[in-house]
């Protein structure tokens, strides 16, 4: 199999951890006789610099053109006195509206080896994580009307939280056909007792429910949903919801599991095309030092294996390594525990490459 893949380096962090996924999947294409092809993609804060642009229209055409996107972070407090239409988070933005990656896909898994680096009790992690937040990611505030006014001699803010019954009813399709393959639960969380957005959200989700009779759905307001996710997570198989509500509870997801540098995305489309990236940002405070988790963005990739190129068994076989190198006790700083070896981010690169 040959596959144009756009990389973007992105800032911070970034580039270490992509430059680690790359080798993998290289190994990987060797190994099973595919062919990858990587082109690199200036998007974010490093585009900026270079060009004045956080997305060049070139940048944006070659990811169209690839089966698919592989991206490490962007942003840093570099970048954050650029105008709104700027700033470097605006480059993924732009990407995800263009590219039409509405279903955002983000397991919350708790690794057996990683226990240690979790903050929750052993009682809570007797009964196992495991879930899927399908988090709606072209839609909702972070799309709706930005605007910032003078009324009454002073300034007023408002971001539109909108969201179109079709919209709702995609992304809810996307999380009963994942439910299908789990425990066939969903919660869909969202603010129907206060939002619009959130009460259409619920009467959609409950009439594309109908077609999925096997698939049991019950509803969770987020603030609930935010306290039941660090209270008693194993009551989570697929948890659906809009774009920012998923924002904030995948970060809480991922600290839950240790940490939230072995977390991997999806970013999927209606056809194949899809962009994956680690869930951690740029973390420009460890940027440059060799003290990143690769495993985020390698699991990432392993993502796109399966999802974006059907490569089930290459898939499994990065994640396998992985697991591995966590099963001989090798740790990244931010998921160190007592009586683990404490490596950077390119000798846990080698460490998952050796057994590849
Ligand atoms: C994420 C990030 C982005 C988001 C930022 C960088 C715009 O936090 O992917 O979770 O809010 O979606
Ligand atoms: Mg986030």
Redesign the pocket.
């Known amino acids: 199999m040959q596959k144009r893949i756009a990389v973007i380096y992105g800032d911070g962090i970034g580039r270490e951890v992509i430059t680690q996924a790359l080798r993998i999947l290289e190994s990987t294409a060797d190994k099973y006789g595919h062919t990858f092809i990587f082109e690199e993609v200036l998007a974010g804060g490093c585009a900026i610099d270079k060009c004045g642009q956080c997305l060049p229209q070139e940048s944006l055409e070659i990811c169209k053109q690839s089966d698919s996107v592989l991206l490490g972070?962007?942003?840093g407090p570099k970048w954050d006195n650029e105008p709104s239409h700027n700033r470097?988070?605006k480059a993924?933005?732009t990407l995800?509206k263009e590219l039409g990656l509405f279903a955002?896909i983000r397991p919350a898994t708790l690794l057996p080896q990683l226990r240690k680096a979790s903050p929750l009790k052993d009682e809570i992690l007797n009964c196992g994580i495991d879930f899927i937040i399908v988090r709606e990611?072209i839609g909702g505030a972070?799309f709706g009307e930005h605007k910032i006014e003078q009324i009454n001699g002073e300034k007023v803010a408002t971001d539109g939280m909108t969201y179109s019954a079709s919209q709702i009813e995609s992304i809810a399709k996307v999380a009963f056909d994942i439910a299908r393959k789990r425990k066939k639960q969903v919660i869909s969380v969202d603010k129907a007792n206060v939002l619009s957005s959130s009460r259409l959200w619920r009467e959609v989700v409950e009439s594309v429910a109908k077609n999925y009779p096997d698939v049991q759905l019950s509803h969770m307001y987020v603030d609930n949903a935010a306290m039941q996710i660090c209270r008693a997570p194993s009551q989570f198989d697929v948890l659906l919801t809009e774009?920012?509500f998923?924002?904030i509870l995948?970060?809480e997801a991922s600290v839950i599991t240790g940490t939230i540098g072995v977390i991997p995305?999806a970013s999927l489309s209606l056809g194949t095309l899809g962009l994956y990236?680690p869930?951690h940002?740029s973390a420009p405070d460890i940027a440059g030092e060799d003290k990143a988790n690769p495993i985020g963005t390698i699991l990432s990739a392993a993502m796109m294996l399966e999802l974006s190129f059907g490569l089930t068994k290459e898939s499994e076989a990065i994640q396998r390594a992985v697991q591995e190198a966590l099963e001989k006790g090798y740790r990244t700083g931010d998921m160190m525990s007592e009586g683990c070896t404490l490596v950077g981010c390119k000798q846990m690169g080698d460490i998952i490459l050796e057994s590849i």
């Open positions: 972070a962007v942003g470097p988070e993924l933005l995800r955002n990611l972070y774009n920012m998923g924002d995948s970060d995305s990236e869930i940002g």
